[in-house]
T-cell receptor, first 111, second 116 residues
Framework: AQSVTQPDIHITVSEGASLELRCNYS??????LFWYVQSPGQGLQLLLK??????LVQGIKGFEAEFKRSQSSFNLRKPSVHWSDAAEYFC?????????FGKGTRLHILP | GAVVSQHPSWVICKSGTSVKIECRSL??????MFWYRQFPKQSLMLMAT?????????EQGVEKDKFLINHASLTLSTLTVTSAHPEDSSFYIC????????????FGPGTRLTVT
């Protein structure tokens, strides 16, 4: 069965600290992988995506993610977070026909 | 490019009435559009998938007669919540994908529906 697991419901980091949000997936074929960010009351913004090729993917706002097939993981990282990064982050797997979302990780930033 | 809009951004309606939400692809042809529902502090739940000119495919547990989806053109899909009840209050998000663009969905900003 296709699924996405984000094991951390909430994460709190201090401004300027590094960040890693975890994502594991189960997918029968080669997955298309995505990270989205959602601010309260807003739609989803695509941070980055992986379709093929280089397993380290650069995205917007200084985010990157690494696809590790052996671990079925696609963790999101940022070397130094800003207060404006506080939001809900969703990992997703799928493609043009269907996307399956994880339950999300709420990121809190301490000043 | 690949911008999706939704209208209205928020709507309040009375119980028993119907409300229509529009989803438009502004700069590309959306062969497939998707409707999601999101409860507070939860993830997105796919409600249905629609292809232009075809009937929508609903996910299990989604009432077809309650959530009417029309995808009459390559740039417009509508979701009509019929005989709305307070439990239909939610955040509804549409997305679109199309041929000639990468295999991904582009999301609209969402519509907040409150049924009183």
């Amino acid at each position: 069965a296709q699924s996405v697991t984000q094991p951390d419901i909430h994460i709190t980091v201090s401004e300027g600290a590094s960040l890693e949000l975890r994502c594991n997936y189960s997918y029968g074929a080669t997955p298309y992988l995505f990270w989205y960010v959602q601010s309260p009351g807003q739609g989803l913004q695509l941070l980055l995506k992986y379709f093929s090729g280089d397993t380290l993917v650069q995205g917007i706002k200084g985010f990157e993610a690494e696809f590790k097939r052996s671990q079925s993981s696609f963790n999101l990282r940022k070397p130094s977070v800003h207060w404006s990064d506080a939001a809900e982050y969703f990992c997703a797997v799928g493609g043009y026909d269907k996307i399956i979302f994880g339950k999300g990780t709420r990121l809190h930033i301490l000043p | 490019g690949a911008v999706v809009s939704q209208h209205p951004s928020w709507v309040i309606c009375k119980s028993g009435t119907s409300v229509k939400i529009e989803c438009r692809s502004l700069d590309f042809q959306a062969t497939t559009m998707f409707w999601y529902r999101q409860f507070p502090k939860q993830s997105l739940m796919l409600m249905a998938t629609s292809n232009e000119g075809s009937k929508a495919t609903y996910e299990q547990g989604v009432e077809k007669d309650k959530f009417l989806i029309n995808h009459a053109s390559l740039t417009l899909s509508t979701l009509t919540v019929t005989s709305a009840h307070p439990e239909d209050s939610s955040f509804y998000i549409c997305s679109a994908s199309g041929s000639g663009i990468t295999y991904e969905q582009y999301f609209g900003p969402g519509t907040r529906l409150t049924v009183t």
